[in-house]
């Protein structure tokens, strides 16, 4: 086994998706046509999205489930996978005295449940078949390393010639425990002390099963997938996905711009206190967006000199003037054009949006807010013509109770989508899609009727 680490990153993430670029670009080496991306279900597959685009590789998720000795079930003694894969460690059965009865009933259930997980995730889709072909395992980190360990057998049961498994971090000594399961290890850091993967995450909150299933679609229809691994690769490539600087107000804020072929219209993205053009929530709902035919922007409203001014980041009138500013400098981009536009908002961020919305001039074909504090952009409330929804959590009741009082000095039409179950952040399994979901069916639905884009008042 080959053992590959780096320290670079041992001061941590943003989130997953940082995580995968920072991994994709020391795996760039091994793109190759017989190279398969494997991520492990949930949170892996976050990381394994940026690693595969980096690479030209066809993304998939490996299912495996643990067959755990009866009165030990922490104790593994073999794993399965789909398409009949299995992997049994016959001296852990001999040490445990596992009957055969005992083994049969543990695999059943185990092969129930990973039938459940397959049908949930793939859908449609039909598992690449890693025959003759390299397995590139990616998780966002191993803390016991049981699971991948399961995976990395798995795949070699599934008929994969080679395994590599490669995690941003990792224990140390996680090199021994994979020595006889994997042809590569590739770790970007083995900090110490290590309590947990989350540790060294910014940004940890759970992977949805929606998030895993988008994600699987998203990279299915790249262009760039290999031809006959997975359905949509037919779909149109983006005609723009750019790291950007966006010129405003005597600044340049860093940004990133997403442009699918055919736009029926873009969205600039103001995130919420405390975030940045790096969230994982707002990205999120960037692609449900964009696998909608929908443009996107998301940026940062201030300079890293400005966010250590604390009072800046609650300066709803700057930030709505960066907004103003962004959209001005969005008009002089190659693909953005003359395309509707719309803004999409998130705690601060929407009354920041609802402030830039009702500038005389603005033009603003739709808004959208998700757990929003709109009643923060005062009187600008009341010059808000462009239709807008307002996203809340039903368990969010003061921000509902804010969203609700907004909604009535709001000039133009206004919808409230209440998303069940869902808090202030959307944390809970499900929400954030849903949220998503909703903000896909307004843009979709308003900027088509909106003007197109023209300069918006001063900033």
């Avoid at 892996?44 to 000795?69: M, N, S």
């Avoid at 001296?91 to 459940?116: F, G, N, P």
């Avoid at 008009?331 to 005389?360: D, H, K, M, V």
């Amino acid at each position: 086994m080959t053992w590959i680490g780096f320290e670079e990153a041992a001061l941590g993430f943003i989130d997953r998706a940082d995580a995968g670029r920072h991994l994709a670009e020391r795996l760039r080496a091994y793109a190759g046509p017989d190279v398969v991306v494997l991520g492990l279900p949930r949170g892996g597959v976050p990381v394994a999205c940026e690693v595969a685009g980096a690479l030209g590789a066809p993304l998939d998720v490996i299912i495996v489930r643990k067959l755990g000795v009866p009165f030990q079930p922490e104790l593994a003694m073999g794993a399965i996978g789909e398409g009949g894969a299995r992997t049994i460690n016959d001296e852990v059965v001999r040490a445990a005295q596992v009957t055969s009865d005992e083994m049969a009933a543990v695999e059943a259930a185990e092969r129930r449940e990973l039938e459940r997980r397959a049908e949930r995730f793939r859908s449609e889709r039909v598992r690449i078949d890693l025959s003759g072909r390299t397995a590139l395992i990616v998780d966002d980190g191993i803390a016991t390393g049981s699971t991948a360990r399961a995976a990395c057998q798995v795949a070699r049961a599934q008929g994969a010639t080679r395994v590599i498994l490669a995690v941003p971090v990792a224990p140390v000594g996680a090199r021994e425990r994979f020595a006889a399961d994997v042809d590569e290890f590739v770790v970007l850091a083995t900090p110490e002390p290590f309590h947990a993967v989350g540790q060294f995450y910014a940004d940890f909150s759970q992977v949805s099963d929606e998030e895993v299933m988008d994600l699987l679609a998203r990279s299915a229809g790249r262009p760039d997938a290999a031809p006959g691994d997975a359905t949509g690769a037919g779909d149109d490539p983006p005609i723009r996905s750019d790291d950007v600087d966006v010129s405003t107000d005597a600044v340049t804020l860093a940004g990133h711009l997403e442009i699918p072929e055919q736009p029926i219209g873009i969205v600039l993205f103001a995130h919420g206190s405390g975030s940045s053009r790096h969230s994982s929530r707002n990205r999120y709902v960037a692609s449900v967006l964009n696998a909608a035919g929908i443009g996107t922007l998301l940026f940062d409203l201030l300079t890293s000199e400005e966010e250590t001014e604390r009072s800046n980041v609650f300066d709803v009138e700057l930030l709505a003037r960066r907004l103003i500013g962004a959209t001005n400098w969005l008009r002089g981009e190659p693909g953005a054009g003359q395309l509707p536009i719309g803004y999409f908002g998130a705690s601060t961020g929407a009354a920041a949006a609802l402030w830039a919305a009702g500038e005389p001039g603005g033009q603003i074909a739709a808004v959208v807010s998700r757990g929003g504090r709109p009643d923060l952009a005062g009187a600008h409330l009341g010059m808000v013509v462009a239709p807008t929804l307002l996203i809340v959590g039903s368990r969010d009741g003061v921000v509902l109770d804010l969203n609700r009082a907004a909604a009535s000095q709001m000039r133009g039409e206004t919808e409230i989508a209440i998303i069940p179950g869902a808090t202030h952040l959307f944390e809970e399994p499900g929400t954030l899609h849903e949220a998503a979901v909703a903000a896909r069916d307004w843009f979709t639905r308003q900027l088509p009727r909106g003007a197109p884009l023209t300069t918006p008042a001063s900033s």
